[in-house]
């Protein structure tokens, strides 16, 4: 392939890029997400010999799509691709560099083949419960359980929480979502308790190093906590109470809204709740809750 056929599509990427994040607003993991997704498709474009980005074909793209498959990538993964080269193109399209847009025209995979890990309410309250007085950071790593399965949150959005976006008083915190959108979440009683314990017994003593941290929940040195250590510190209460599957700070997100709609919760409330621009998104969780239904039914009713 030329030079100057690559060297076009980095420059039309790296304009995507800064698009997303002066036009669009987009979160710094969003473009993490885009850059990594979008650099395997250019790997890909290189490798084929293709010498104009702007004049692929849908047998072209459909093609890469295939390859993903084949590198053993799951629907989500796949879907995921999909959706950074739609933007991509849909950017190419707003720019007039190209006349129509092809990989609209492409369909997602099934994204739901398999339905996503959701804990009983007894599991989530059996896990809730798992950090002990003799853990060295009980009072924190309780708060941050609570605060997880009480709003639904996501990973980085629990760990970005700042002391000033807490109204325990009013029971609400602020949640700062995708493409910076904000939104108020109720906490709940038990999250509330668990968040008063922590900020009266430790915190102060997490701060030490830095008092005027403006994060929440911090980790040694008064260093505000990663996703990462989000991620070990669920993983570690997981295997104490003998949950088994794959549960992470999402599995979290994914009971709270289930849970919501087993009891009633409407799915405009649940969308807001969760942050979902769109409610398509939502609704994979009565899909979720038919799945499991359909379960139940068939391992319990007679004639299942």
Not at 121 to 128: C, G, H, N
Not at 214 to 234: I, K, Q, T
Request: aromatic residues 8%.
């Amino acid at each position: 392939m030329e030079s100057s056929a690559a060297n076009s599509l980095l420059r039309d990427l790296a304009a995507f890029t800064a698009y997303l994040r002066s036009e669009r607003g987009a979160a710094a993991n969003t473009l993490l997400a885009y850059g990594r997704d979008l650099e395997r498709f250019a790997e890909w474009f290189v490798a084929c010999g293709e010498r104009d980005h702007l004049k692929l074909t849908l047998p072209d793209l459909s093609r890469y799509l295939g390859e993903l498959r084949e590198a053993g990538l799951a629907p989500p993964s796949v879907a995921r691709h999909l959706v950074a080269l739609k933007m991509f193109f849909r950017f190419l399209r707003l720019e007039g560099r190209v006349e129509r847009n092809v990989v609209d025209l492409l369909s997602s995979p099934a994204l739901w083949q398999r339905v996503p890990q959701v804990l009983s309410p007894q599991s989530v309250d059996r896990l809730l419960r798992a950090p002990e007085g003799g853990d060295r950071y009980f009072f924190r790593d309780r708060a941050l359980l609570e605060t997880l399965y009480a709003t639904g949150a996501r990973a980085s959005e629990v760990v970005r929480l700042r002391m000033e976006d807490v109204y325990l008083e009013h029971g609400f915190c602020k949640c700062l979502g995708k493409g910076s959108r904000q939104r108020v979440v109720p906490l709940g009683r038990s999250a509330i308790e668990a968040l008063r314990s922590y900020l009266a017994e430790q915190r102060h003593q997490l701060a030490e190093r830095d008092p005027d941290s403006p994060f929440l929940f911090l980790s040694r040195g008064a260093r505000p906590l990663s996703r990462e250590m989000l991620w070990v510190l669920v993983k570690k209460y997981v295997r104490r109470v003998g949950i088994t599957g794959r549960v992470s700070p999402h599995t979290l997100r994914h009971s709270f809204a289930t849970h919501l709609l087993e009891g009633g919760a409407d799915l405009r409330t649940v969308q807001e709740l969760l942050g979902h621009a769109n409610i398509r998104t939502t609704q994979h969780y009565t899909h979720v809750d038919r799945k499991r239904l359909k379960s139940i039914h068939r391992q319990f009713h007679p004639r299942g």
